[in-house]
């Protein structure tokens, strides 16, 4: 079965500095996606970054990059340059590729704020 | 511009009362999903459908039904045999392009049960 741990429940950041927030997975197949969503205050669910697990380059995208390794299993965001509207959920998420099903299981967050 | 829609953003409902909830696409993708995250939790699937006219059990179908006549529309109907139907509800589709793996998600509606 698929798992995602996401260990810090909150985070604290000052603008205009990084932040990492952690996520590490558990599955035993070897085709499958990694994915953060942002989750502010509205509800809506904002797609971040995506990792496949054979992509041997980490993603980044703009502010965002996935910091994959995938021999520990984990899959940490990072976000440089942290601004007031970063305030959000954080969700971590993983789809197994590798069946007809192709489920996808979130984490149960990170509640990220960022200080002045 | 393209996107996916739920509708209504707030629903109050009776007990012992169906309601259905409307998500709508113009993404023309063919895969959709319906989720329920509730306080502190992280999201759970309900029902998926990877084409018209088929759909399948999530993790927590129970007291849900679905239905996906045509490509763009995906209703989730609550019925009164859940138990608990007070939450968050997100409807999502997937696209897969250029080895990039998406899932679009709607802006949700929020169900209470009075």
């Known amino acids: 079965a698929q798992k995602i741990t996401q260990t810090q429940p909150g985070m604290f950041v000052q603008e205009k500095e990084a932040v990492t927030l952690d996520c590490t997975y558990d599955t035993s197949d070897q085709s499958y996606g990694l994915f953060w969503y942002k989750q502010p205050s509205s509800g809506e669910m904002i797609f971040l970054i995506y990792?496949?697990?054979?992509?041997?380059q980490n993603a980044t995208e703009g502010r965002y990059s996935l910091n994959f390794q995938k021999a520990r299993k984990s899959a940490n965001l990072v976000i440089s340059a942290s601004q007031l509207g970063d305030s959000a959920m954080y969700f971590c998420a993983m789809r197994d590729l590798s069946g007809g099903y192709q489920k996808v299981t979130f984490g149960i967050g990170t509640k990220l704020q960022v200080i002045p | 511009d393209g996107g996916i829609t739920q509708s209504p953003k707030y629903l109050f409902r009776k007990e012992g009362q169906n309601v259905t909830l409307s998500c709508e696409q113009n993404?023309?993708?063919?895969?959709m999903y319906w989720y329920r995250q509730d306080p502190g939790q992280g999201l759970r699937l309900i029902y998926y459908s990877q084409i018209v006219n088929d759909f399948q059990k999530g993790d927590i179908a129970e007291g849900y039904s679905v239905s996906r006549e045509k490509k763009e529309s995906f209703p989730l109907t609550v019925t009164s045999a859940q138990k608990n139907p007070t939450a968050f509800y997100l409807c999502?589709?997937?696209?897969?392009?250029?080895?990039?793996?998406?899932?679009?998600f709607g802006p949700g509606t929020r169900l209470t049960v009075l």
């Open positions: 993404l023309n993708h063919d895969a």
């Open positions: 999502a589709s997937r696209r897969l392009a250029g080895g990039v793996d998406t899932q679009y």
């Open positions: 990792q496949g697990s054979y992509d041997e």
